[in-house]
């Protein structure tokens, strides 16, 4: 069974809508106060949930609520951003 979905393309309103999410828990900005892995970190969890086809900005929200603490804990994500990745990697051809 193929994980791949129909994937939005990554236009300037897309990477606004992603820059908007991440600025409005604290992870992008002047007055974000996590530190760069952390925002790193958040950056990489917030695309890989757009990717997996999560495009709306209250859904993208409550994702990236989820995570907050552990991102800037420095803590491992939840693993289902982790398996959705494996699993594109596998459809583009990873053993």
Known sequence: MSSTSKQEPLTSTNVALLN??????????VDADASADAK?????????QFRNGNTARN????????ERDNLRKGLPLNSAGRSGA???WRDEGGQ
């Open 20 to 29: 908007d999410v991440l600025r409005s828990l604290g992870f992008r900005g």
């Open 40 to 48: 790193r970190a958040a950056s990489i969890f917030i695309y890989s």
């Open 59 to 66: 859904t993208l929200l409550l994702a990236l609520g989820r």
């Open 86 to 88: 494996v699993d594109r």
